[in-house]
């Protein structure tokens, strides 16, 4: 795989045969990776293909199960982020790694406070963020509490963190997704301010223009393999699309076109404040009608909302205002349970924080849901739960060994297939989908398409929300862009195009500044 | 550039349980393996040890602890902890000591004397009652389990130092004359040449034992221990499982109250101290994990077996009481390390077994473009 094994002095962190093993998973299969000095390298894969990991390595998150890192010919070995900090490696992280708790100044400096004898020296790191801020064009106090933040500013917060140390190889995964055209602008501009002083940069997003315009090479990565790499300048957005996906884009879908029915779930007018900061608010008077045999497509960026509406659809957060029907019935202060009786059911966004149950079975998760299905007097009626379970998993076509092994032991498509298996067992009539895809394979991906699919042959409404463009062109009969919290678009995906989805979603470019701030 | 076909998950890994050793085997029943190796010490040291007279009075002494033990098995599966339980011992001993000494009601300016069996009922409902306080405050008010309890320890110890303001009630053996009698058939009667106390503990161990294994409740308790977030969106109803799994608790409390009180004929306000720790300790060697979602009526059981024959074996064979209080200890802490030692074993095989299915792929991958 590695090209020309010469010496070569440019390269200045080096990866060679990494895997990495999560319980039953491959995340990584044997990555070659050079990192060359002053230059701008782009990774690029789909959700799950092993970016983020690869990059918890060279971040010393997390420690490869074979294989070396060399950091200018040397072989390097980081037990901790700090060691990594300490040979110039560090990261900014996709989700944010912020204290709320704390001051911007804080965060800036946790773990390597400026001193001043024995104490930490707070004014000198006020002064240090303050001006850090400012070369970030975001003249924020640097006593505000980070948890006051909108989400962009967090991640210029945690940009900020990385600019503050002295640092050889900057890792930036994902560091846009929350950020305004404007702040994209801004650190673009640090990002050549960097290469030119000889940083190293690794770049990670989805936004594939991005990538195009500040990457000097780029490094496709799928299913954890290392399937391409080329400089910049001589590839376009299809190849890279091609070399991410591996094949044909639209052999990953199954096709579409249903003849939508009755309307079945209605939600209207709904408002939710953010769980994490009850003084925004998430979404913003959003309403959305899922029709029966219809599958609806909610895109969106990081921030959006699409989580706390599909969280607040489904009885996880409360709603502050607005209605959610099914089928004429009012469920908009129903409990879960009467939700999941009545046919509405959620696949949430993080299979490992909100799916799975790591100390049971794979068939005790699948069956969570539906347990009262099963019910006869005061006892579960094991033998059809079984059985029940079994045609459920033949159906979602979980790979492994049977429903009596620990669920730790799958990989990440057939868990997602677990979790969308026991949405299924309840026999929803709305299924709804947070980020189904995410994490996991091509293969499984493909799978769950088929899945949402058949659903909605069978005349169940299904709604999906994720951030990937081409996954909402290709897998929804009808797709609606939220943006801020409130539906910015909605579009036919036969007759929509790729940028024209992205410009709807991105409203910070269009909108004036003063909405910023709620 | 590799141009390798897109690896799909290929042939599940072997079954687990192909090549489990002996060691593997025994560590995974350390429990009863822990009990084994005491009744074979204490049986070599002392020969009135494995005698059948001493077999039982051990597991008459086990049991109320066994009792215990189950109820703190399913607070702790459910992700809670349950420190009022030792209090609840002492109210529910007090409040059959009131009824059986004569309940003076002064409203009606009368002293009535209730049935044994109302007595019971009453006692096992006070019982009740404190774990549904611990239930309400844990769920409806969001107090963390560990200080909800502690509040309770408190009061329901306190409740009971008022109610007998401090002071013992002796003798509840009742009087015929009174129709009262028969209080003592719980602490020293022996249908079939066994105590009652151990036909409790049997009664107790089925019945919870179904509970958690063929009940709804049994699969919503073991995924809210598990991950609550995800029960939560399944569809359990989490709140009223955490409610439920304090109130047999402490009706298993109020059990082990009325045992005792009958077995001393006579019941003091300050029975019960400290009960809760060998309980957590019961459950703990049983192999249950203190973090929810893990842990068996089978574990918890014989937990509590291995702290009762070590502590009347330990009186057995003449080591000294504060002796026992340390080697009690370091049993303890023995059985947790243990566990994480295991915990650990199973994650390191799990990722071996998954690197060795990462290598053997890749070696059938690079040798040309598969079919």
């Avoid at chain 1, 678009?489 to 940028?499: G, L, V």
């Avoid at chain 2, 101290?273 to 957590?280: M, P, R, S």
Wanted: charged content about 20%; proline content about 4%; glycine content about 10%.
């Amino acid at each position: 795989m590695s090209a020309a094994p010469a010496v070569d002095t440019d390269v200045v962190m080096r990866a060679t045969g990494i895997t990495k093993v999560y319980g039953g998973t491959h995340a990584l299969r044997g990555v070659d990776f050079d990192v060359r000095r002053g230059h701008v390298t782009a990774l690029i894969g789909e959700n799950g293909a092993g970016k983020s990991t690869l990059m918890k390595i060279f971040a010393g998150v997390e420690t490869p199960t074979t294989g070396t890192i060399e950091l200018d010919g040397q072989p390097v070995t980081f037990r901790s982020p700090t060691e990594a900090v300490d040979h110039g490696v560090a990261i900014i992280h996709q989700e944010l790694n912020l204290c709320p708790n704390l001051s911007i100044a804080d965060n800036i400096f946790i773990g390597r406070e400026r001193k001043r004898g024995a104490f930490v020296d707070f004014s000198a790191q006020r002064e240090a963020a303050a001006s850090l801020l400012a070369h970030l064009e975001e003249p924020i106090d640097p006593t505000t509490l980070v948890g006051n933040l909108r989400l962009g500013q967090q991640q210029v917060v945690e940009i900020a963190r990385a600019l503050s140390e002295d640092t050889r190889v900057l890792i930036m995964d994902e560091p846009t997704s929350a950020l305004s055209a404007t702040e994209v602008r801004v650190l673009f501009r640090v990002i050549r301010e960097l290469t030119a002083r000889g940083v190293s940069i690794i770049y990670i997003s989805h936004h594939l223009d991005e990538c195009l315009e500040i990457a000097d090479r780029a490094v496709i990565l799928r299913d954890g393999n290392v399937v391409a790499e080329a400089p910049m300048s001589e590839v376009d957005l299809g190849w890279i699309v091609t070399q991410m996906v591996g094949r044909e884009e639209s052999a990953l879908y199954a096709p579409m076109a249903h003849d939508p029915g009755k309307p079945l779930l209605e939600i209207s007018d709904l408002i939710v404040a953010d769980p994490d900061n009850p003084e925004r608010l998430a979404v913003k008077s959003v309403s959305v009608t899922v029709h029966a045999g219809e599958v609806v497509g909610l895109y969106g960026l990081m921030g959006a909302g699409r989580t706390e509406l599909l969280e607040a659809v489904a009885g996880r957060n409360p709603v502050h205002g607005g209605r959610v029907v099914l089928d004429g019935r009012d469920l908009t202060h129903a409990s879960i349970p009467e939700r999941i009786g009545a046919g509405l059911v959620l696949v949430p966004e993080d299979r490992q924080r909100d799916g799975l149950v790591p100390s049971l079975s794979v068939g005790r998760n699948m069956g969570l849901a539906a347990v009262r299905r099963f019910v006869s007097g005061a006892f579960v009626k094991r033998r059809e739960e079984r059985k029940a379970v079994d045609e459920t998993s033949d159906q979602v076509r979980v790979k492994g060994s049977g429903q009596d092994a620990p669920i730790g032991s799958l990989s990440g498509g057939n868990q997602q297939k677990v979790v969308v298996g026991r949405a299924l067992l309840t026999r929803p009539r709305v299924l709804v989908l947070d980020e189904p895809t995410r994490g996991i394979d091509v293969g499984a991906k493909a799978d769950i398409f088929a899945l949402m699919a058949a659903e909605a042959r069978t005349g169940a409404g299904v709604l999906f929300a994720t951030s990937e463009v081409s996954e909402v062109l290709h897998a929804s009969d009808r797709i609606i862009v939220l943006a801020r919290g409130q539906v910015a678009a909605e579009f036919d995906p036969r007759r929509t195009s790729r940028e024209q989805l992205m410009a709807a979603s991105d409203v910070s470019s269009a909108a004036p500044t003063s909405d910023e701030d709620d | 550039m590799a141009t390798a076909t897109t690896p799909r998950t290929t042939s599940a890994p072997a079954t687990t349980s192909t090549q489990r050793g002996v060691g593997e085997f025994l560590l995974d029943q350390r429990a009863f393996v822990a009990l084994i190796v005491l009744i074979i010490i204490f049986s070599l040291m002392s020969d009135a040890f494995l005698t059948p007279t001493n077999l039982v009075t051990m597991t008459k002494h086990v049991a109320y602890n066994a009792i215990l033990a189950m109820g703190m098995l399913l607070v702790i599966v459910s992700g809670g902890i349950d420190l009022s339980i030792g209090s609840t011992v002492g109210l529910s001993g007090i409040v059959a000591g009131v009824m059986l000494q004569g309940w003076e009601l002064s409203i009606f300016d009368t002293t009535a004397y209730p049935a044994v069996w109302v007595v019971v009922l009453v006692a096992l409902t006070v019982g009740g009652i404190v774990g549904l306080i611990n239930g309400v405050l844990i769920t409806r008010f969001n107090v963390a389990p560990f200080i909800a309890t502690l509040g309770t320890l408190y009061v329901a110890r306190g409740a009971a130092l008022l109610i007998s303001n401090g002071s013992t009630f002796p003798r509840l053996q009742g009087d015929p004359a009174l129709g009262n009698t028969g209080f003592s058939f719980l602490g020293t009667g022996r249908p079939l040449g066994v105590p009652t106390a151990i036909w409790i503990m049997i009664l107790f161990a089925i019945v919870i034992a179904v509970l958690v294994t063929r009940t709804p409740f049994g699969r919503w308790l073991y995924a809210t221990g598990g991950n609550e977030r995800a029960a939560q969106l399944g569809g359990v109803p989490v709140r009223s499982v955490k409610t439920r799994v304090y109130v047999i608790s402490g009706i298993c409390a109020g059990m082990a109250g009325l045992i005792i009180a009958s077995e001393l004929t006579s019941a003091a306000p300050q029975t019960g101290q400290t009960f809760e720790l060998n309980a957590i300790a019961a459950v703990v060697i049983g192999g249950a994990s203190l973090s929810g979602g893990r842990g068996t009526v089978k574990g918890a059981l014989i937990g509590a077996f291995v702290i009762g024959f070590l502590s009347d074996g330990l009186v057995l064979v003449g080591v000294s009481s504060f002796w026992q209080t340390v080697i009690k200890g370091l049993v303890i802490v023995l059985a947790v390390m243990l566990d994480q030692g295991q915990e650990r074993l199973k994650k390191a095989r799990a990722a071996a077994l998954a690197a060795q299915n990462v290598r053997r792929d890749l070696a059938t991958q690079t040798p040309g473009p598969s079919r």
